[in-house]
């Protein structure tokens, strides 16, 4: 089923030939279609700014028909996957490069190293990084996203610096909805001085404390948050930050156009609080579009992502959506994007090896700490050797 962005597009398409017929702009003859994914919720302000540059997209690209198709995110990379493997899917789609390691290796994404070459540098480096694999491009980069510190100015005028001032707040009450899970809590690893992994990407999480000392002080926050009844993920946490009944959130950038558009001027943002270990180091991801090996219009498709990712496009999405753009030519005036790359500066690139998947199969299951009582270090000795298998 098309989307609405698709049938936006097929409008401004018509009303353009409508123009010409009438002296107007000039329609190219015929349009190349480029089949377009995206995983932004619906009505969220991810969406509503991707449709404001699709819709001048099409205004400024009319030798392209974008087609554009909404999947939910926690569907898009298995949908994406199958589609391909048949022989089908999109010409191109834009996600987080969560998977583009695996993706990559097996020959999901394509290759985009030779028509891409040159037409990079307007980008940073690390975004381009992130793109990477091997010394291989995989993607155009669009965004920079970890999660910080959100909090609302009138509740709470100074965000804790550090993991006891945060845990002394949420033990005097004011409410924080921390989000518990094995993406969200990684950054305070670092604080604690715990790693997962060594410099060969082995799992070295019981090694020291860090990692053990890092779990049960996360543990203790989520006792405080169970015991009052508040929210423990980013989407039960949205509704009371958003009306000024918890004073901050854990969460990524990627919220911030909501956090935005229910706060205003009250809207802060710090970086994770540091621990004894010293800062916080949350994941760092990109956010890109990559492209089908099956597709027969992977340059106009690379085109039409330069677009999408280009300066202009680029302001939008910074200043409606939130986006940490990847171009170094948008003009960054907003103190929280500021504030964000200051935050991002002790992230943790997001690495693609194969060897992440170990942390996610052996590392996500917390439940066993928080809820049913196990303790932190020998969940952690048991992670550790089942990864090590």
């Known amino acids: 089923m098309k989307s609405r962005f698709s049938i936006l597009l097929s409008i401004l398409v018509i ?15 015929t349009q190349t279609e480029i089949t377009f994914w995206h995983a932004y919720a619906t009505g969220s302000a991810e969406e509503v700014a991707l449709a404001k540059v699709l819709t001048q997209a099409a205004i400024d690209m009319p030798q392209y028909k974008i087609n554009v198709l909404q999947v939910p995110f926690n569907d898009i ?71 910080v510190f959100w909090y609302n100015k009138d509740l709470l005028p100074t965000p804790p610096a550090t993991t006891d001032e945060l845990k002394a707040l949420m033990e005097g009450g004011t ?3 921390i989000s518990y899970g094995c993406y969200h809590h990684w950054g305070f690893y670092g604080a604690f001085c715990g ?58 950038n990627w919220a911030m156009g909501d956090y935005k558009k229910a706060l205003g001027d009250k809207l802060g943002v710090a970086p994770l609080p540091s621990g004894p270990g010293g800062p916080a180091n949350p994941l760092l991801g990109v956010d890109g579009f990559y492209f089908n090996p099956n597709s027969t219009k992977k340059e106009a498709a690379l085109e039409v992502a330069l677009y999408l990712t280009g300066k202009a496009a680029q302001q939008i999405m910074m200043d409606e959506a939130g986006h940490v753009p990847a171009n170094t030519k948008v003009t960054v005036t907003d103190p929280l994007i500021k504030a964000l790359l200051a935050a991002f500066e002790n992230g943790y690139v997001r690495p693609q090896v194969t060897q992440l998947g ?22 952690v000795k048991a992670g550790t050797a089942n990864a090590n298998k």
Request: net charge negative; proline share 4%; with cysteine.
């Open 195 to 252: 790693e997962i992994f060594d410099a060969n990407w082995k799992v070295v999480a019981d090694q020291g404390t860090g990692i053990t000392d890092a779990i049960s002080y996360i543990n203790d926050l989520y006792q405080i948050s169970k015991t009052n009844g508040w929210s423990k993920n980013d989407s039960d946490g949205l509704a009371p930050f958003s009306e000024g009944k918890a004073a901050a959130i854990t969460n990524g």
């Open 358 to 379: 170990l942390y996610w199969s052996n590392f996500c299951g917390t439940d066993e700490v928080f809820e049913k009582g196990t303790a932190a270090a020998d969940w």
């Open 15 to 29: 009303s353009t030939m409508l123009l010409t017929a009438c002296g107007g702009g000039k329609t190219p003859a």
């Open 175 to 177: 409410e924080v909805a």
């Open 77 to 147: 990379f298995n949908k994406y996957r199958t589609d391909v493997a048949a022989g089908g899917g999109p010409d191109m789609f834009i996600a987080p490069n969560d998977s583009l390691g695996d993706d990559a290796r097996a020959s999901l994404i394509a290759d985009i190293t030779e028509i891409a070459k040159g037409k990079l540098g307007d980008y940073t480096p690390l975004s381009v990084e992130g793109m990477s694999l091997d010394g291989k491009l995989y993607g155009i980069p669009e965004s920079l996203k970890a999660v």
